[in-house]
């Protein structure tokens, strides 16, 4: 055998571990493609009736919140209903309440009256959180606030 016949035998032995080892890895290759496409399928076969689910919770979730939203209108106008009956019935009654309670007041001190020989009564005192006020301090502080 000569250098050449031996050079040849060994590129071919060479040759054929790596075509060997190619075909190995394109065998692993091929199985780790096929297992990831059954995942795939997998993961799309789980995953389309999560998504619907997932549609129905919203489409739910919408209504209810369409709901919550008419109820909070609901309630918006009973509000300002009872709040414009409020107003009419405090100018309506306000005003001749307050002059009935004016005027019957007007006729108790007009019949009840001072008398001279009775000792003067205490003046009235009002508790405002834990401070008494007379009636005086009271009229004054309105005044300033007013």
Known sequence: ????????????VFWAILVSFLAVALARLAQTLRATT???ADVTEQAVPLLADASAAVRSAQTQ??????????VQEVTSNASALSTT????FGGPLVKV????????RALGG??????????????IVGRTVSRR???SARGKRD
């Not at 055998?1 to 071919?12: F, N, P, T």
């Not at 004016?102 to 006729?107: K, T």
């Open 1 to 12: 055998m000569s250098g050449g016949e031996v050079a040849g035998i060994l590129v071919a």
């Open 38 to 40: 059954k995942l795939v």
């Open 65 to 74: 919140i369409d709901r919550v939203d008419a109820i909070a209108s609901d």
């Open 89 to 92: 019935v405090a100018s309506t």
């Open 101 to 108: 309670a004016a005027f019957g007041y007007g006729v108790r």
């Open 114 to 127: 001072r008398r001279e020989d009775m000792p003067a009564r205490e003046p009235r005192r009002t508790v």
């Open 137 to 139: 301090e009271k009229r």
